[in-house]
């Protein structure tokens, strides 16, 4: 393989359940610790089996190096009511999951057999973080390869939002949840944060 023409981030709309394979839930993760090693982002859909608090339990959506995105609908600006929620117990830890979320709901997307439709679920709401993290690194360059950077970047400049719902143990006023992460994604706050750092970041990260 060429090194140089590695993606900067995969997308990965679905989950390894028991009946394909992963009864070792870590089957995957030595896979996306190496994506990322690899200076590429892995984002994962949270899956669709909410509304119940700890519903992320397959891989990769559960691993701690996993971007991982709930669903929301966009004219109401609600979680959607499928989209999967954390906590997520694994190796031993209990964590916050999902990371971010993003539309997911009536998405017009290719249908297998040709031509478009409208769908909804996770799968329609990760690859909106895939593709913000592309136009980040299209607009601030320097971040390619930087995950860690990457990721902060985008929950950080995320739109908070609160949840009464309680998964594991959230108050109503906490940010990041167990129901949206750090919030909706907002790739427009990204890139104006990035772009004026872009050029300092090679010696943030090495001072760092």
Known sequence: GN?????????????????????????????????????????????????????????????????????????TDSIWYTSSRGPVTYDGRTYRKPDLAAPGVSIVSSLPGGGYGFMTGTSMAAPHVAGAVALLLSAAPTYRGQVEAIEQLLMRTAEPKTTLQGCGGDGPTDVPNNVWGWGILDVQAAVDEARPFDVYLPMILRAG
């Open 3 to 75: 090194p140089d023409l590695a993606p900067d981030v995969v997308n990965n709309s679905w989950a390894c359940l028991v009946s394909e394979g992963c009864i070792d839930p870590g089957i995957l993760e030595p896979s996306v610790e190496a994506l990322r090693q690899a200076g590429i982002v892995v984002v994962a859909s949270a899956g669709n089996t909410g509304s119940a608090c700890g519903t992320i339990v397959s891989p990769p959506a559960i691993y701690p190096g996993s971007l991982t995105v709930g669903n929301f609908y966009h004219l």
